[in-house]
């Protein structure tokens, strides 16, 4: 079993910064894509960033030039460095990640959330 634990959300002014990370724990051998999912009230998930474990990204169009994901290989960590925040970046944030574990399965785990606040 592999468990994701999100951090860093909270509440920010806009323009404002945020980072946030994602610990993955558990049986992992190793984790191949990562990726940023969020939510916002009344609306669909949608996909922020994905990271390959070669560090290659991706971004969807809303955030590409103020948000920056990357990883930490060695402690199975992601981030997203969220800048120039605005109203329409609130939602919760989602980690993911694409898991091989010991048992050679590839899995897709979830995070929990974390709820991300841009107002004045």
């Known amino acids: 079993q592999v468990q994701l634990v999100e951090s860093g959300g909270g509440l920010v002014q806009p323009g404002g910064s945020l980072r946030l990370s994602c610990a993955a724990s558990?049986?992992?051998?190793?984790?191949?894509?990562m990726a940023w999912f969020r939510q916002a009230p009344g609306k669909e998930r949608e996909l922020v960033a994905t990271?390959?474990?070669?560090?290659?990204?991706n971004y969807a169009d809303s955030m590409k030039g103020r948000f920056t994901i990357s990883r930490d290989n060695a402690n199975n960590t992601l981030y997203l460095q969220m800048n120039s925040l605005k109203s329409e970046d609130t939602a919760v944030y989602y980690c993911?990640?694409?898991?091989?574990?010991?048992?050679?399965?590839?899995?897709?785990?979830w995070g929990q959330g974390t709820q991300v606040t841009v107002s004045s």
């Open positions: 993911y990640a694409a898991v091989l574990d010991y048992g050679s399965r590839l899995l897709n785990y």
């Open positions: 558990g049986s992992i051998f190793s984790i191949n894509t």
């Open positions: 990271i390959s474990n070669g560090g290659s990204t």
